[in-house]
């Protein structure tokens, strides 16, 4: 009979030791989700914040360029200084395909209105002009609404 008490007592280690290297790897799974989560939350705000800050940059180039500098120049300036093909490089590197065609949109719009900018015309007061910035606001409501499909929130 004392191998059966051996058998037992082998049979319930493996199976408590199995149960916590699962439990182990469930909880393993989960947090690197988060973390992964996380990640592509923190690259989603800080690109929405660094093309905002190139727009109102390019856009206070636009009325009021540095004295001495071609406007095209101070307008293409700002947005070089933004830091915004930064961020938008790592955004590429990390989100799903889905969202970096989503980044990309809100990125050619931007550029767009780089150019509009750098060559002042349309007017800064003209209906054209509004177009183009409501289209890249567009851009960017469509983008916000597939990040937060992405991290699972509600739209």
Known sequence: MEWTTLAATGLGAFVGVGSTLLAD??????????????ERKEIYVACLTKYRQAYEDMYAAALRPPAGVPLDTAVREAFRASGCDEIRESALVCAPQEMSD????????????QDVLAAADPPLDSPAFQEHRLAHAKAVWAARA???RDLGQRS
Request: net charge positive; glycine share 0%.
């Open 25 to 38: 790897r469930v909880r393993w799974r989960r947090d690197l989700a988060e973390r992964t989560r996380q």
């Open 102 to 113: 989503v980044i990309e949109a809100v990125y050619a719009t931007l550029r767009q209105l």
């Open 146 to 148: 597939a990040m937060r």
